[in-house]
């Protein structure tokens, strides 16, 4: 069923939301961009309709409303240790297809990746739900189509901006209640992307050989590559982080432990107790990330780790791109065929 909902009247069904869900959604961060005077599409906490900027793509994916870039495990003293009470809001995130198939390539990760589950990201899972926002032509560097994220059904409401109204699709019954009293219905179903305008040659049947290992093409990403860890920090899908222990200044016995998000990309990543280090240039580092991306989960969970989103892309400062990296792969590789 869906509805054409005047945005005020949208306004007021997002105030009662707000009562039960977290609203979390893309919007304008005045002056945070990267450069001076510039500004920058990120998640925050909505209160508006009108705030959701849906014409851009956001920069951070929206995994930290589940996957904290720093969050305290827990709190130690000389005796004992204490968790952090457990989040009782649920959530509400709206986002794009890649993004809602990019949370599935978490759950694995997180959830379903052997006997221990993660429970500080689990709990959170377990209250979310997705308002499925639509791309209309995509976006640079997207290739959601070849991945196979373009589209998805896991979504509780649609809601698509138009001219002075909103038409909401609601999915799940759980916000029937929420849009009782109106009466002015419409057929929605969502629209995704179907064409991107980069494609991505995805090697089949690669395996992990001493040619893909010793590629030349690695020896580029050496030369190109700072190391800064940006490709890591925007992707949806990189779930990988390292403990600080934090001693307090007044008892140095009593702290916490926070688990912070790392990067496979920056120097240090692989450094082990007695000084050895497993990667030690950008190419072995850039090898493993493009083959996590697109062997070694496959490999485990059947589908790329990779949704296409395109950020990896657009935020390298040497303009390091992951899908001419693994069509260089396929074309230069025996085992990429
Ligand atoms: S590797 Fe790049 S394109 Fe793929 S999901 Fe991560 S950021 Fe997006
Ligand atoms: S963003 Fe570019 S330069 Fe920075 S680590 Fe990633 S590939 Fe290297």
Redesign the pocket.
Known sequence: MGYKIQIEDFNAILRELRRVYRVFAPVNMKGKGPYAGTDLVGYAEISKFEQVVYNQKTVYSAKEALFKPVETLFYFTEEEFKQPAIQTNKILIFVRPCDIN?FKRLDEIFINNGPYKDNYYQQRREKVKFILMECGAGFDNCFCVAMGTNATDDYSLLLRPAEGFVACQIKDPEFDAYFNGFNDSMEITPRFVEKNNITIQLPQNMDIDNDILNNPLWQEYTLRCTGCGR?NF?????SCFTMQDIFYRDNDNSGERRRVWASCMVDGFTDMAGGHAFRNNQGDRMRFKVMH?FYDFHKRFGYHM???????DDICPEYIS?VKCVNKLKSSSPGGE
């Open positions: 990019a490709c925007v992707c949806p899908t990189c991306k990779c949704v296409g989103c395109g950020r990896c992951i």
